[in-house]
């Protein structure tokens, strides 16, 4: 597979990036995580196409979140970490509520647009050395966070090491990610990429803060990127725990979610859209019909390269984020173009890649389809729409 989030100019087609994708699972401890990982400054650098802010809804989402963690820490003068802050969706709510926040991530660009808006963000990778320069500049953090961040992090066990560090010893430590349980329940095959190391469970979360003195106290379960769970985290102790945690670590227990069976309905699964969908758009193309993609989401790039599909099948696909115009899909080339082309020139159908946005993009295409444009979705079956 190529890197999801590697859109790139034709000079740059000889030399793309290629490494193998699998998954795999530890039955010992629950967690799922790729076996090949990418070095992190391929991924996550100055070129990142990956703007938070594109989807109005989870703008929204991240503005509740902020509010939330405020009114649960429910103290004056709160210091709030942002791990993987991006463009600064959520670190302008904690700014806006009167906390005092820092913003932590990799990429210069995503830092500059948050900095452009006077968020105050760093650009490193958190770990336990950014951990101990954050404590001598700003001391303890009452609230760490983070949004579809640590599912991107291969080397967690220096992440929560800088986090046990730096979180105030009644602090709150909060995220959330896609959950394992909603991936393989819908299907979601398109969710393993390069920058998704691990897969959450509550089950190997539990277990992978364990050694570092840390505990779930309380989940929350999300209804975001096909289904998330938020974790909110303190020291071993320090907070009482809600039953809750228990009950769905034993549901996961009986599910077999933490055991290598759990994935075979999804290996199935991503094999029949790897032959039903070009069909379907084979079939869409020979009768005459338009076939456009509708959003370069990084979890397109599974989709299109596993299943084989080419600009002969999807000419080109549309797309909010102004870096991406110009550029080409990772592996498969599909050229990106802007959004407002779609509403110029509206296809028949659109291939809908971001469909974890699908309430938010039905809402906002509805002229489009009434006026005859159908959508194409995979997740969790092959259908139009
Ligand atoms: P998303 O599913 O949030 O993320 P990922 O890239 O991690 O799979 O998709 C974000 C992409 O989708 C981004 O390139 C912008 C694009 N997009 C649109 O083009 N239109 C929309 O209405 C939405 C919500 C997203």
């Given amino acids: 597979m190529p890197l999801a989030d590697a859109f790139l100019d034709s000079a740059r087609f000889q030399s793309e990036y290629f490494f193998d994708l699998n998954?795999?699972?530890?039955?010992?401890?629950?967690?799922?995580?790729?076996?090949?990982?990418?070095?992190?400054?391929?991924?996550?650098?100055?070129d990142y196409a990956f703007f938070s802010s594109t989807s109005t809804r989870m703008v929204a989402h991240f503005q509740a979140f902020a509010r939330r963690v405020l009114k649960e820490l429910d103290r004056p003068d709160p210091f709030v970490?942002?791990?993987?802050?991006?463009?600064?969706?959520?670190?302008?709510?904690?700014?806006?509520?009167?906390?005092?926040?820092?913003?932590?991530?990799?990429?210069?660009?995503?830092?500059?647009?948050?900095?452009?808006q006077g968020l105050r963000s760093v650009c490193e990778f958190f770990e336990e050395a950014s951990a101990e320069r954050i404590l001598s500049s700003d001391g303890p953090a009452d609230a760490i966070v983070a949004a579809n961040c640590m599912c991107h992090i291969p080397y967690i066990s220096s992440v929560l090491?800088?986090?046990?560090?730096?979180?105030?010893?009644?602090?709150?430590?909060?995220?959330?990610?896609?959950?394992?349980?909603?991936i393989l329940a819908t299907g979601a095959f398109d969710q393993f990429y390069d920058e998704h190391a691990l897969y959450f469970s509550v089950t190997s979360v539990h277990n992978m803060l364990a050694p570092h003195g840390l505990e779930i106290v309380a989940i929350e379960r999300q209804n975001v990127h096909g289904g998330s769970m938020r974790y909110y985290i303190a020291h071993a102790g320090s907070r009482p725990r809600s039953p809750e945690v228990d009950g769905v670590?034993?549901?996961?227990?009986?599910?077999?979610?933490?055991?290598?069976?759990?994935?075979?309905?999804?290996?199935?699964?991503?094999?029949?859209?790897?032959?039903?969908?070009?069909?379907?758009?084979?079939?869409?193309?020979?009768?005459?019909?338009?076939?456009v993609?509708?959003?370069?989401?990084?979890?397109?790039?599974?989709?299109?390269?596993?299943?084989?599909?080419?600009?002969?099948?999807?000419?080109?696909?549309a797309d909010t984020?102004?870096?991406?115009?110009?550029l080409f899909s990772p592996g498969a080339h599909i050229p990106v173009r802007p959004y407002e082309e779609f509403v110029r020139n509206p296809p028949d159908y659109?291939?809908?890649?971001?469909?974890?946005?699908?309430?938010?993009?039905?809402?906002?295409?509805?002229?489009?389809?009434?006026?005859?444009?159908?959508?194409?979705?995979?997740?969790?079956?092959?259908?139009?729409?």
């Fill in 293 to 317: 993609g509708y959003a370069a989401t990084a979890k397109s790039a599974t989709v299109i390269n596993y299943c084989g599909i080419t600009p002969e099948l999807v000419p080109w696909i």
């Fill in 23 to 46: 998954v795999g699972v530890c039955e010992r401890c629950g967690m799922v995580q790729l076996g090949d990982v990418v070095d992190r400054e391929r991924m996550f650098h100055g």
């Fill in 350 to 385: 659109a291939l809908l890649f971001a469909w974890n946005h699908a309430a938010e993009i039905f809402e906002k295409e509805r002229a489009y389809v009434a006026g005859g444009g159908r959508f194409i979705v995979y997740v969790p079956d092959v259908k139009i729409v």
């Fill in 161 to 182: 090491g800088g986090v046990r560090r730096l979180l105030k010893p009644d602090g709150l430590f909060v995220f959330e990610d896609p959950y394992l349980g909603d």
């Fill in 321 to 326: 984020t102004p870096a991406k115009h110009g």
């Fill in 81 to 116: 970490v942002e791990i993987g802050s991006n463009d600064g969706s959520m670190l302008h709510e904690f700014a806006r509520g009167g906390a005092r926040h820092l913003g932590v991530d990799p990429a210069a660009n995503v830092v500059e647009a948050a900095r452009q």
């Fill in 249 to 291: 670590m034993a549901e996961e227990h009986a599910n077999g979610l933490t055991r290598r069976t759990a994935f075979e309905a999804i290996a199935s699964r991503a094999a029949r859209v790897r032959t039903e969908l070009p069909e379907l758009l084979r079939r869409l193309r020979d009768s005459g019909k338009s076939i």
